[in-house]
């Protein structure tokens, strides 16, 4: 059965979902106003690898991930740069979209806009003014009471009153407000700013309502998974929480949350000059060795970004591909059945909350064992390893041919013709031709390897 660590409950749980062979899944998504950055990936790879993994369980997933497409980062980088809300947000919302496709981040199935649901939200807030857990402020806009909340602070572990104390430092201060936690629903109109009319004046919606219109709209009251960076955990889902049960709904029966990461031993901020975009990290890595880098690291823990981990994560790829090609080149039999034993070891690492380290430790057996099999000339021993192998990759999302000779037809038959000459020319012992061919690929970016199932090449 699959499990995993509950933020809210502390403590890992099985995982029964609402619907027997079906998970309704909630993620937040980005707010768009800048170029998305390395944290950003790590969140969003920890929860496609967690859809993923549910899908080849045999679950029926769905997923969704909204767009924070109104803001206050994003009003104020639309007056910076000198144009509107709206293009401002449509124009990141696209970068951080090709950005992810560039990842192999798989699309939600569906990805609400906030600036959709501000009738939802005005409804919403409407219930929650009714029934006391929320109160107008003239001229400032609605805000939630969270004195009606009697569990706020439980998502995180803490009390009300542990959380007042240190309330002074981490809110604004407003003696309109009841309590210094009480938060904004809706946020009255500012010279210059979007708005829309609501029953309380003009202005627009705070920012925590906006992803409860969203989930409760396209998953219903109560559905199985919310999810985002532990960034978020507090103030924003923990309000959420407040929300949704000021309203009596159930809302979201498990929180999963995943952990940043730190880069070359620091936490990622432009204050300490290690800030790095997405885009900026994928120009200089291949997106699967960053796939494979955060697999190696369980989401629940930071992870290092470094160079030497990288390097890492770029020769453990290759040894995978390497295996793939040489697995390739003998002709094995596709139709084996997969290693039972391997694949349930890697399914109780997976079951045991998503442990992909222990997961890809069975990846990496299975090639070993491959190749030893291989060594022996035991095809029917390497083939099982090969559709096992190609199976479990595939279920965390791991690339397993990159930019090696498929997809190229033309290069493909020109490259097995030099090799073909080449083999005629080793067995004629006609070394110098056969190192010239070789160094002529060499020359063009195609590194060979003789292996004893035959002659394997990638480009590099």
């Not at 007056?79 to 449509?90: R, V």
């Not at 010279?191 to 989930?215: F, K, L």
Request: hydrophobic share 40%; with cysteine; net charge negative.
């Amino acid at each position: 059965m699959v499990s995993f660590y509950d933020t809210r409950l502390r403590q890992i749980v099985p995982f029964e979902p609402l619907v027997d062979g079906q998970v309704s899944m909630y993620v937040c998504g980005p707010t768009v106003y800048d170029d998305p950055h390395v944290g950003h990936a790590r969140t969003a790879l920890t929860f496609d690898m967690i859809r993923r993994y549910l899908q080849w369980r045999g679950f029926e997933v769905t997923f969704v991930s909204n767009i924070t497409d109104i803001d206050d980062n994003i009003i104020n980088r639309a007056f910076e740069t000198g144009t509107t809300e709206p293009e401002l947000a449509a124009r990141y919302k696209q970068v951080y979209i090709d950005q992810m496709d560039r990842f192999g981040i798989a699309h939600p199935d569906h990805r609400p806009h906030a600036t959709e649901y501000v009738e939802e939200m005005l409804d919403f807030i409407g219930d929650l003014v009714d029934r006391g857990a929320a109160y107008p402020i003239e001229g400032k806009g609605v805000y939630f009471s969270v004195a009606a909340h009697n569990r706020y602070g439980q998502l995180i572990g803490r009390t009300l009153e542990e959380l007042r104390e240190g309330a002074g430092a981490r809110v604004e201060v407003d003696v309109d407000k009841t309590d210094p936690l009480d938060f904004a629903l809706w946020k009255a109109a500012k010279p210059g700013e979007p708005v829309w009319d609501s029953p309380w004046g003009p202005g627009r919606p705070g920012w925590h309502i906006e992803c409860v219109a969203m989930a409760i709209d396209l998953l219903g009251d109560t559905f199985d998974i919310h999810g985002g960076g532990d960034d978020l955990a507090f103030p924003h889902h923990q309000n959420e929480v407040a929300e949704a049960e000021g309203a009596e709904l159930g809302f979201a029966r498990h929180w999963i949350h995943g952990a940043m990461l730190n880069v070359n031993g620091e936490k990622m901020a432009k204050s300490l000059g290690n800030f790095t975009t997405l885009s900026e990290l994928l120009d200089n890595c291949e997106p699967q060795v960053l796939r494979l880098l955060m697999l190696q690291t369980h989401y629940r823990t930071v992870m290092e970004l470094s160079d030497d981990a990288l390097a890492g994560a770029t020769g453990a790829l290759d040894r995978l591909r390497a295996w793939r090609r040489r697995a390739v080149a003998a002709d094995l039999d596709q139709t084996a059945i997969a290693d039972a034993d391997a694949v349930a070891r890697f399914t109780a690492a997976m079951d045991d909350d998503f442990g992909t380290p222990a997961a890809l430790a069975v990846v990496f057996d299975l090639v070993r064992e491959g190749n030893a099999a291989l060594d022996a000339g035991d095809t029917s021993r390497a083939a099982i390893a090969q559709v096992t192998v190609g199976d479990l990759a595939g279920a965390l999302g791991l690339d397993l041919v990159g930019d090696d000779q498929d997809g190229d037809d033309a290069l493909t038959e020109r490259v097995e013709e030099l090799l073909a000459k080449r083999d005629e020319a080793r067995a004629a012992k006609d070394f110098a031709t056969a190192d010239r061919i070789r160094d002529q690929l060499a020359d063009e970016g195609i590194v060979i390897e003789d292996t004893p199932g035959g002659t394997v090449w990638r480009k590099t």
